[in-house]
């Protein structure tokens, strides 16, 4: 179903993929301090917090938060475990849809990761689908301590329709986000390069979105040292965490 962002409630092969050069969030690639810092944030644990089926239930807001949204089966739950180093702390599954609630993990007490449900299934109950993004997109547009979020593009296919509606609304929100390209080794090197400067083009015309894209894949572990960068940049400093 199309997302129209004025009426979503205002409240809280085996080569390696070709290289899509990650930046940090003023547009510098991650230097070798920023890699550390990434490196050093998530060789802490990470932990589950809970899973939010109505706003009232969000926990109270506290350090910096990312939140992960993308297509029903772009590979999010992955993405989250290949970049936290856990193989099952977000569920994953076949199944497209399966993420029904927003599953809070805590990183160290100096950042929050937010694992949101899918959009864009139209094979779930459209009531269902419906909650979901009531759901989702009052907590992109309300959330206080909501930083950044991640938008997952699979780099097989490239941008939709409904991403661009997505982007639209973030942009209107105030909501910065950054494009992350999943599952990229399937694709061919030249073709994810062709892609991805596409998709930069596309994203030079939306006011909210930062830097590049950055590809990653999960099953190659491939991407998660930039990604891991620009997350660092994010967090509260370990003196400031609890």
């Known amino acids: 179903m199309p997302l129209r962002p004025d009426s979503a409630p205002t409240i809280p092969g085996d080569a390696a993929p070709a290289p899509v050069a990650a ?17 050093l944030l998530f060789a ?43 193989r099952a702390i977000a569920r994953t599954s076949n199944t497209p849809g399966r993420t029904q ?28 689908v419906d909650a979901w993004q009531r759901l989702v997109f009052a907590y992109l547009r309300g959330r206080p301590n909501l930083r950044l979020v991640l938008l997952l593009i699979d780099g097989r296919h490239g941008l939709k329709k409904v991403d661009e ?15 992350v390209l999943t599952k990229s080794d399937l694709v061919g090197a030249g073709e994810l390069a062709g892609r991805a400067d596409d998709i930069a083009a596309t994203l030079r015309r939306m006011p909210a979105a930062i830097g590049e894209p950055i590809a990653t894949s999960a099953a190659r572990n491939h991407g998660f040292e930039e990604l891991r960068a620009v997350l660092a940049a994010h967090a509260e400093s370990a003196t400031d965490a609890p």
Not at 23 to 39: F, K, M, V
Not at 50 to 77: C, H, M, T, W, Y
Not at 166 to 179: E, H, N, S, T
Request: aromatic share 6%.
């Open 23 to 39: 930046r940090t969030d003023d547009g510098a690639s991650p230097s070798e301090a920023d890699l550390e810092a990434g490196r």
């Open 44 to 86: 802490r644990p990470t932990r589950f917090m809970l899973s939010v089926a109505d706003l009232d239930q969000l926990p109270q807001a506290g350090p910096p938060e990312i939140a992960f949204a993308g297509r029903s089966n772009v590979g999010k739950s992955s993405l989250v475990n290949a970049l936290t180093g856990h």
């Open 101 to 128: 609630q927003l599953n809070f993990f805590d990183q160290d007490g100096r950042l929050r990761l937010v694992d949101l449900p899918g959009y864009g299934y139209a094979k779930a109950p459209k009531a269902q």
């Open 165 to 179: 509606e997505v982007m639209q609304m973030l942009g209107k929100a105030a909501v910065p986000y950054r494009v």
